[in-house]
């Protein structure tokens, strides 16, 4: 399916001016390709989307090792109930959503991702360092929103330099590409602070090699995006259709408000992974010593899932695919509860929330990319995402007191029923976006 396009608005100063001839002058070139060539291009995974993935992929080592052990610690080590742990969870899903859009509108009125993309990342770099000298319950949640505003600044120019390097019928695919080496860092940050803590006794030192490894890494995934990321990657256009700069009515698009309507309504009955790992640990699945590996198991059944639920997206429609991996989130919800305290339960639970974050993450951005024009690629994308963000701040808080109140599994049992209830709603709200299967013949 095409992208909505208009023709492009006549320059009103020199910045103006020199944007779009950078504009016009990347359709020129797309324009001087046969289409032949184009499609051999749009069939190898681009440069920019494994740029992008291995930078994805070290600052991931360095959040996911920090987040793998963030609950226990707060729970654990500073004696967190569920309703205060719900706050800080609720801080750290919710927080990104404050400046997704700032981010996004940013990238899209400069033309510049790349560096609003980097801020991002060197807001999360500098939270890691300011994680050494804090210990207390008030000064670690401002920390943590400190590095969730980098990730929210970040997430809408890195999504749309990747959607802008992809073809609409590899766009599952490369998104896909992306989060399996953004998952293989998620999975390697447990790993590590799993073996950091095996080895350096109990207590606050422990905590702060962690974090001091989480530094590092952190900085590596930095280089990689200022070396290997051009300033302004080239985008796979029609050059039939013109590019033009960002419109804010386009967000108020009728494919716009239902996607972010369907989102916010499952992200409010999306429970954090925090809390599922400690329902499991509660129900007395897995030691505490292990807790740091549960986010390994869920992220290795993404990472093996991510390419080819983005290849499926492609094919059979990204609205199905991510409805389908809500489905999948009812069944971890309803495993966790009643069967969460065998390791057989547990193992299942990861497994289908793999599976999940494989068939939504991506298939969220893929579908927000093509609601809007691509000149407000970046600014629709971030818009979702913060509808999806300030929803699941609301989730965690909320099940923090539900459980309090109620108990675990019936916490659980009672967001999973009404989960089931709100897929069949958003399939409704979903028929408005577009949805742009693979030609005939595409891999």
């Known amino acids: 399916m095409s992208l909505r396009n208009s023709p492009a608005a006549a320059p009103t100063d020199q910045t103006t001016g020199t944007d779009e001839t950078a504009r016009a002058d990347t359709n020129a070139l797309a324009a001087s390709e046969t289409p032949d060539r184009r499609r051999r291009a749009g069939g190898r995974v681009p440069g920019v989307v494994l740029a992008l993935g291995l930078t994805s992929l070290f600052t991931d080592i360095s959040s996911e090792a920090v987040t793998a052990v963030l609950p226990l610690y707060l729970t654990a080590v500073l004696g967190l109930g569920p309703v205060a742990y719900g ?45 050494l000298p804090v210990t207390g319950v008030a000064a670690l949640t401002g920390v943590v929103a400190l590095d969730r505003v980098g990730k929210g600044l970040r997430t809408g120019p890195r999504d749309a330099m990747i959607a802008g390097a992809s073809t609409p019928e590899r766009l599952g695919r490369n998104f896909g590409v992306h989060r399996a080496l953004d998952t293989a860092g998620a999975m390697a940050g447990p790993l590590l602070a799993f073996g950091v803590l095996a080895v350096v006794p109990a207590g606050l030192a422990g905590y702060r090699a962690v974090f001091v490894l989480s530094i590092a890494a952190a900085v590596v995934g930095l280089a990689f995006l200022l070396l290997a990321v051009p300033h302004r990657a080239r985008a ?206 595409a891999a």
């Open 87 to 131: 706050f800080v969870d609720g801080i750290y899903q919710g927080a990104a959503s404050l400046v997704r859009v700032l981010g996004g509108w940013w990238s899209d009125r400069t033309g510049r991702p790349k560096l609003v993309a980097g801020l991002g990342y060197g807001i999360s770099a500098v939270s890691r360092v300011l994680l």
């Open 236 to 441: 796979v256009v029609d050059p039939a259709t013109p590019a033009r700069r960002l419109r804010w009515r386009d967000l108020s698009d009728r494919r716009v408000r239902s996607l972010m309507l369907a989102a916010g309504l499952l992200g409010l009955l999306t429970v954090g992974d925090g809390f599922l790992y400690l329902v499991l640990a509660d129900a007395g699945g897995i030691g505490l010593s292990w807790f740091p590996l549960l986010m390994v198991g869920t992220n290795a059944a993404y990472m093996s899932l991510a390419i080819p639920v983005g290849r499926l997206a492609d094919r059979v429609g990204r609205t199905r695919v991510l409805l389908g991996g809500h489905v999948l989130l009812v069944a971890a919800y309803a495993v966790a509860a009643t069967t969460g305290g065998h390791v057989a339960g547990v193992v299942a639970v990861l497994v289908l929330l793999g599976c999940f974050y494989a068939a939504t993450d991506g298939v969220v951005s893929a579908l927000a990319s093509q609601a809007v024009p691509e000149g407000s690629r970046a600014t629709g994308i971030a818009a979702v995402q913060t509808a999806v963000g300030l929803s699941r701040f609301a989730s965690s808080v909320c099940f923090g007191v539900l459980w309090q109140l109620t108990g675990r599994s019936v916490a659980l049992l009672a967001v999973g029923l009404a989960l089931a209830v709100a897929i069949p709603v958003a399939a409704r709200l979903l028929r408005a976006t577009p949805v742009a299967p693979a030609p005939a013949g």
